[in-house]
């Protein structure tokens, strides 16, 4: 069964900067737009960044010219950059394809907060 590993979330102050990484098998990352979500507490899981097979990105508005997605097509990886974090940024954050295809990782969790 093709799993998701995500990692990289942790505590962090406002200003702050993450890196979160996520890795799958060759055959679904290499055919696939893959993309970050994200969920809050009490709400649902939203669309944070996406990144076509040729590197093509688009962003939500709230994190646009904060948050870089990259992939490296030869590790299987794809990255999210998260630089000048917000509070309304604490969230699970998880990868899949986009559209969805995957079952869900376990995620991981970033906290912003002083």
């Known amino acids: 069964q093709v799993q998701l590993v995500e990692s990289g979330g942790g505590l962090v102050q406002p200003g702050g900067s993450l890196r979160l990484s996520c890795a799958t098998s060759g055959n679904i990352f290499n055919s696939n737009t893959m993309a970050w979500y994200r969920q809050a507490p009490e709400k649902q899981r939203e669309l944070v960044a996406r990144?076509?097979?040729?590197?093509?990105?688009r962003y939500d508005e709230s994190v646009k010219g904060r948050f870089t997605i990259s992939r490296d097509n030869a590790k299987n990886t794809v990255y999210l950059q998260m630089n000048s974090l917000k509070p309304e940024d604490t969230a699970v954050y998880y990868c899949?394809?986009?559209?969805?295809?995957?079952?869900w990782g376990q995620g991981t969790q970033v906290t912003v907060s002083s």
């Open positions: 990144i076509t097979v040729i590197g093509t990105t």
């Open positions: 899949n394809t986009q559209p969805t295809i995957l079952p």
